[in-house]
């Protein structure tokens, strides 16, 4: 690429499962094509040691394996990987203008938002030391792994509900732990999680360290009525206390919900016509690599027709 080939026919910002499909599918069907991924592309499974159930692999998969082959595959169908973040972004009007982190400005016909959406971290030090390591943002992807095993869940609402219940597929017993003397989960999950034998609801305790050396071996909670320390003897800890999606540079520019999700049409398509979303940046319920790579799919397929119309 030359330092005037700035324009794109369509650009996608993020680098997730959601982000290198757009890619692929835009490049793929003839279009000039970029992809804006940052320092290190691949998004949140670039933390994942393991995955199982993204289909085509027979056995587990490792995260960074997996991105570095989706980035591979972007590359050889023509499509050009920028290893910088897009900052800001003008989609008042077609075409739509993005300046990146190195100050360069970019313009493209259609814009695809992958930018994903973090799972919420307690911010704990020894949390951070954990992630990968029997520390979780994500029961779906790794509860298999903790098979005939004691783990805990840490949070309250739905999510928290949902995972816990999840697990007990595959724990032997699952701690449900909440800060609060209530679960602010539906009355529903709440009746299914007394119901489930499996799981014991732990009130009123906070984390305070999470233990181990190489993985984790434990989780030291404290009782925030007393003061008492309770300590949980597990591998495995499932933080489920939301998700933040990365949509800072897009408010005011595309309609977003109350939780910061970029609102989409059947057809991927924001509140502007020409920029699409894909991937956790807009689902709110599945979190799920093949789902974000379907939803890119659908993103670069509907971008492609949106630049034909535009040329008719």
């Not at 595959?73 to 972004?89: D, H, K, L, P, W």
């Not at 991927?268 to 379907?294: E, L």
Request: charged share 20%; glycine share 12%; with cysteine.
């Amino acid at each position: 690429m030359t330092e005037q080939n700035t324009h794109f026919d369509i650009i996608t910002i993020g680098s997730g499962p959601a982000g290198f499909t757009a890619a692929i599918y835009a490049a793929r069907g003839g279009a000039s094509a970029a992809l804006f991924g940052g320092v290190a592309p691949g998004g949140q499974l670039l933390q994942t040691m393991e995955i199982e159930n993204y289909p085509g692999f027979a056995g587990p998969v490792v995260g960074a394996d997996l991105m570095q082959s989706m980035l591979n595959q972007a590359s050889r169908m023509g499509a050009i990987i920028f290893r910088e973040n897009i900052t800001a972004v003008d989609l008042s009007r077609g075409p739509f203008a993005l300046i990146a982190g190195s100050g360069k400005s970019y313009t493209a016909g259609s814009v695809i938002i992958a930018t994903g959406a973090q799972a919420r971290w307690l911010g704990l030090p020894s949390e951070q030391k954990y992630i990968g390591k029997g520390v979780s943002g994500c029961a779906t992807c790794d509860g298999f792994f903790f098979r005939g095993r004691e783990v805990c869940v840490i949070g309250g609402g739905d999510s928290a509900a949902e995972d816990a219940l999840f697990l007990t597929k595959f724990a032997s017993k699952v701690y449900l732990v909440h800060r609060r003397d209530a679960l602010r989960a539906t009355f529903r999950l709440q009746e299914k999680l007394r119901a489930a034998p499996k799981i014991e609801i732990v009130y009123d305790h906070v984390p305070e360290e999470f233990t181990g050396e190489a993985r984790l071996t434990g989780v030291n909670f404290r009782n925030v009525r007393t003061g008492a320390v309770r300590r949980l003897e597990t591998t495995g800890a499932f933080i489920a206390i939301g998700h933040t999606p990365a949509t800072k540079i897009f408010d005011g520019k595309v309609n977003l919900d109350g939780s910061g999700y970029i609102v989409t049409d059947a057809r991927m398509g924001t509140s502007v016509p020409g920029v699409f979303a894909a991937g956790d940046v807009m689902d709110t319920r599945y979190k799920q690599a093949v789902v974000a790579a379907g939803s890119g799919c659908r993103a670069a397929m509907e971008a492609l027709l949106y630049l034909e119309e535009v040329k008719k």
